[in-house]
């Protein structure tokens, strides 16, 4: 798996063998980012349950501001860093915690787009949105980009977040939620 896109195009993204989890595909990576190409300049990203690292790094090639990380599991942390430490004059923090932890230890940042993919199983989205929607970390215009199962559907509005696009990607589904005012 290589960063598709931005200054950092080519880099690869080391993913260890033994590790459980399964990075986000280039084409879903693509589209994401093809959606996102005219807002991610100069952006503050929050990866949540961040893996490889993968978006939020495809993220800092195609310009967003700063990243941070979060992570549980020791050893994606240590491939994050591992992922990180390729890449030259970029602002990130990587956060050890368990995601719900994390979001209300970040209480007061403010983050422009979050990525939110938890493993399928877990069926987190939407108590992960919700739990954002409590907490001030949230800028006017932010945007939500969720990775899900087909099998999970979720309401055209969660607390004061909207669904504005999902599109799917055979087994994979993204969906766009944004904050109403």
Same mark, same amino acid.
């Given at each position: 798996?290589q960063i598709?896109?931005?200054?950092f195009?080519g880099?690869?993204?080391?993913?260890?063998?033994n590790i459980k +989890?399964?990075p986000?595909?280039?084409? @879903?990576?693509r589209?994401? &980012?093809?959606?996102?190409s005219p807002?991610? #300049?100069?952006k503050?990203?929050?990866?949540?349950?961040?893996g490889t690292g993968?978006l939020?790094i495809?993220?800092l090639s195609?310009?967003?501001?700063?990243?941070?990380?979060?992570?549980?599991?020791?050893?994606?942390?240590?491939t994050?860093k591992?992922?990180?430490?390729?890449?030259?004059?970029?602002?990130?923090?990587?956060?050890?915690?368990?995601?719900f932890?994390? +979001?209300?230890?970040?209480?007061?940042? @403010?983050?422009?787009?979050? &990525?939110?993919?938890?493993?399928?199983k877990e #069926?987190a989205?939407k108590?992960?949105?919700l739990?954002?929607?409590?907490y001030?970390?949230?800028?006017?215009?932010s945007?939500?980009?969720?990775?899900?199962?087909?099998k999970?559907?979720?309401?055209?509005?969660?607390?004061?977040l909207?669904?504005v696009r999902?599109?799917?990607?055979?087994e994979?589904?993204i969906?766009?939620?944004?904050?109403?005012?």
């Amino acid at each position: 798996m290589q960063i598709i896109s931005g200054k950092f195009k080519g880099v690869r993204i080391y993913t260890p063998k033994n590790i459980k +989890i399964t990075p986000t595909s280039s084409v @879903v990576r693509r589209a994401i &980012f093809d959606f996102l190409s005219p807002v991610i #300049k100069n952006k503050n990203v929050i990866d949540l349950y961040a893996g490889t690292g993968a978006l939020g790094i495809e993220a800092l090639s195609r310009g967003a501001k700063k990243a941070t990380f979060v992570e549980f599991d020791p050893e994606c942390v240590r491939t994050i860093k591992t992922n990180l430490s390729k890449l030259k004059n970029v602002e990130t923090q990587v956060v050890p915690l368990e995601v719900f932890m994390a +979001i209300r230890l970040l209480k007061g940042n @403010v983050f422009d787009i979050f &990525f939110i993919d938890p493993p399928y199983k877990e #069926k987190a989205i939407k108590s992960i949105l919700l739990e954002i929607s409590v907490y001030d970390i949230v800028s006017e215009n932010s945007l939500f980009i969720a990775e899900h199962h087909k099998k999970e559907i979720f309401p055209d509005k969660i607390g004061v977040l909207a669904l504005v696009r999902q599109k799917k990607y055979g087994e994979t589904v993204i969906s766009v939620f944004k904050r109403q005012c």
